[in-house]
């Protein structure tokens, strides 16, 4: 009965390397973006000079929830739940405006990639913080006191 513990224990640290691996290349990603906006906000003046003038300001929100689930990655790293439920959930608001603004019917093979494809890469890392989160609060109610 103790090699079920073992081998589930190990699942769960695979889960969290995954997820931690993962996160940090997304995080690494968006750290990346907001530099080079910065970058150009300090050296042009404008954050994006090729921005079109009269844009909807629906379409400055998936940007926002994707920083936003970035940071719920970073605290994730030391708190997995609450970190995780963050990156799910701005991961989540961000499914509805997308579907809205862009919907998925109209440009199907493109609008996999970007933006639905995106956002699944950013939301996934989070899923399986709070996989392996729920797993190792499972295993620890689970296990019996010395």
């Keep these: ?8 224990d190990r699942m769960t640290r695979r889960i969290r390397r995954i997820a931690r691996i993962w996160g940090a290349v997304v995080i690494a990603v968006i ?11 300090v050296t042009t003046g ?14 400055n929100l998936p940007p926002l929830f994707a920083v ?3 940071l719920g990655l970073g605290l994730a790293w030391r708190w997995e739940g609450i970190g995780g439920a963050i990156a ?4 989540l608001a ?3 405006v997308l579907l809205i603004h862009w919907p998925i019917a109209e440009g199907f093979p493109r609008y996999l990639i970007a933006p639905y494809g995106t956002w699944a890469v950013i ?3 989070g899923g399986l913080f709070l996989a392996s989160w729920w797993r190792s609060r499972k295993q ?7």
């Design 88 to 91: 799910v959930l701005f991961s």
């Design 123 to 125: 939301a996934l890392p």
């Design 31 to 41: 750290l990346l973006i907001l530099s080079g906006y910065l970058w150009n906000l």
């Design 46 to 59: 404008q954050a994006d000079p090729y921005a079109v003038e009269d844009y909807p300001p629906i379409e």
């Design 1 to 8: 009965m103790s090699n079920v513990n073992i081998s589930s």
């Design 140 to 146: 620890a109610v689970s296990r019996p006191k010395a």
């Design 68 to 70: 936003l689930s970035a």
């Design 94 to 96: 961000t499914l509805p």
